[in-house]
C-alpha cells in the first residue's frame, strides 16, 4: 500500500517566528489537540508546491505566491511522505480566519523547543531554526 503525500509550510514572520495551528481535539484525526505546522494531502493531479499554495489559501484564507514558496525537504515518516516548504509572510493572526483546527499563534525558536508537536514537526523546525542562525536572513 502506498504511503500518504502531504505537504507543510513553514511561514516565517519578520520576528522570526513561525505560525502554528492547534489540531482538532477529535479522537478519529492523528495528533488531535497537539500544534503543528499547517499544510494538507496531496490530490490527485496535484504537485506538492500546488498542494501547498491551495492548502494555505483553504485554511487561512491567504494567497501565497508560488515563486515565493521555497522547497526545504522530503521527509520519510512513519505516518507518510511530507513535503515541507517556506516562506515568509507578514501579516497577524487577528488579519485571518482559521477554518480548521482550534487556534493559531506565532512559535519563536525557545517555543518550539518546550512544545511537543504534531507530525515530527519539532525536528524539521530545529533543523529550519538552526539554518536562521547560520545565514543572513
Known amino acids: 500500500m502506498a504511503k500518504k503525500e502531504g505537504t507543510q509550510i513553514i511561514l516565517v514572520n519578520p520576528r522570526n517566528e513561525v505560525l502554528m495551528y492547534l489540531r482538532d481535539d ?5 495528533y488531535p489537540n497537539q500544534w503543528s505546522l499547517l499544510g494538507g494531502m496531496i490530490e490527485p493531479g496535484e ?3 500546488e498542494t501547498i499554495v491551495r492548502e494555505i ?3 487561512i484564507g491567504i ?3 508560488p515563486s515565493a ?3 526545504l525537504c522530503t521527509r520519510d515518516l512513519d505516518f507518510g511522505i511530507e ?3 517556506t516562506t515568509d509572510v507578514d501579516f497577524e493572526i487577528e488579519d485571518v480566519t482559521l477554518t480548521e ?4 499563534r506565532w512559535f519563536s525558536e525557545a517555543d518550539v523547543a ?3 508537536l504534531a507530525y515530527a514537526d519539532n525536528a524539521i523546525l530545529e533543523t529550519f531554526f538552526g539554518s536562521l542562525e547560520t545565514s543572513s536572513r
Open 26 to 30: 477529535k479522537p478519529d484525526i492523528l
Open 47 to 49: 504537485t506538492p508546491e
Open 57 to 59: 489559501e483553504e485554511e
Open 63 to 65: 494567497r501565497l505566491e
Open 69 to 71: 514558496v521555497h522547497y
Open 83 to 85: 513535503h515541507t516548504f
Open 101 to 104: 483546527g482550534q487556534g493559531l
Open 114 to 116: 518546550t512544545t511537543e
